[in-house]
């Protein structure tokens, strides 16, 4: 079977004219849902971690929910059911921003949360016989710390989150993998479209999984 690959039809005027705009959207919704995700997870995790019930039994819930059900199934049903909700729609893009960032919530709520837990007690302690409040404790002795030791973890995330990205296609926002799609449609080259999508995703997340090793290498000189 001759598939006839032409990669001729694939220029730079091509890229910047279908595929920049998607990958543009694909790093901004990375970068989003990643400092939201980070930001909301750790209030989470100090939420389960608080031993009150009242705010550890909802922080539960919601992580392992969010765990249980898959990322597309979430962005559909955000992308579907708040409009009826509100009574006017919000547009694909920033229903994908909000759906990632409550989602990898629940992720980086665990890595945060292995984070906090791996900071031994005594430094725990030594705060509090200087006179800190937990919430002085958590922000000047456990949380830096934990960002520092979970920080290649993070970052691992993060490259999963971009992959990710390319779900939001089932809503049709603008993202890289469709970018390609319509590159490869316009041009009547799908196949090579769709190998070069995976292609510039294979580079983008070796790359980044190659800076996280010598990251994580460092921070382990350190300690």
Not at 8 to 20: E, I
Not at 157 to 164: C, G, K, P, S, V
Not at 180 to 198: D, H, Q, S, T, V
Not at 202 to 218: E, G, M, T
Request: net charge positive.
């Amino acid at each position: 079977m001759n598939l006839n690959i032409d990669w001729s039809f694939f220029t730079w005027d091509l890229f910047a004219n279908f595929v920049l705009k998607g990958l543009y959207f694909s790093l901004t919704l990375t970068v989003i849902a990643t400092l939201g995700g980070i930001a909301l997870g750790t209030v989470l995790a100090l939420m389960r971690l608080s031993g009150s019930r009242l705010l550890g039994v909802p922080a539960t819930l919601y992580v392992n929910g969010m765990r249980s059900i898959p990322l597309v199934m979430v962005i559909l049903w955000f992308f579907l059911l708040v409009p009826m909700i509100i009574g006017r729609p919000i547009g694909a893009e920033v229903s994908a921003i909000i759906t990632f960032v409550a989602f990898e919530a629940a992720y980086f709520s665990e890595i945060m949360r292995a984070g906090i837990q791996s900071i031994p007690r005594g430094q725990v302690f030594a705060g509090q016989a200087m006179g800190m409040t937990y919430a002085q404790n958590m922000k000047l002795v456990v949380l830096p710390q934990a960002f520092r030791n979970m920080l290649p973890v993070l970052l691992t995330q993060t490259i999963i989150l971009f992959q990710d990205t390319s779900l939001v296609y089932a809503i049709g926002a603008y993202d890289m993998l469709k970018g390609f799609e319509i590159a490869g449609k316009n041009y009547g080259r799908p196949i090579e479209a769709y190998l070069a999508a995976a292609v510039v995703y294979f580079v983008i997340c070796f790359a980044l999984s190659w800076a996280v090793k010598r990251l994580h290498r460092r921070i382990a000189i350190i300690r």
